[in-house]
Nanobody
Framework: QVQLVESGGGLVQAGGSLRLSCAASGRTISTYPMGWFRQAPGKEREFVAA????????DYADSVKGRFTISRDTAKNTVHLEMNSLKPEDTAVYYC????????????????WGQGTQVTVSS
């Protein structure tokens, strides 16, 4: 059984920073690519960032490139999302995700989801 638990969301002013964390449990989770998605009110869930399990290869949505950084601590089975220069349009529920297959993860066909954490950016 794999569980993903997010933390670190909150309210921040535009231009500020937040750091999200995702604690993963499960026997093989350290070998899974992991990522972050977000869903704003009235919109579909969208890809934000992903990181591979072995090489640390990363991928980002164009809307967050240069502002967000994804990282993982394999020993602690934790993935982080450092978010800087936040904008009101970054307001959403952010979900941690994991899947054994990079392609499925990258395109949102995900096996494991966290419960989500709210990020609100005020203007």
């Amino acid at each position: 059984q794999v569980q993903l638990v997010e933390s670190g969301g909150g309210l921040v002013q535009a231009g500020g920073s937040l750091r999200l964390s995702c604690a993963a449990s499960g026997r093989t989770i350290s070998t899974y690519p992991m990522g972050w998605f977000r869903q704003a009110p009235g919109k579909e869930r969208e890809f934000v960032a992903a990181i591979s399990s072995r090489t640390g290869y990363t991928d980002y949505a164009d809307s967050v490139k240069g502002r967000f950084t994804i990282s993982r601590d394999t020993a602690k089975n934790t993935v982080h999302l450092e978010m800087n220069s936040l904008k009101p349009e970054d307001t959403a529920v952010y979900y941690c995700a994991a899947d054994p297959n990079w392609g499925r993860l990258r395109f949102g066909v995900v096996t494991y989801w966290g419960q989500g954490t709210q990020v609100t950016v005020s203007s």
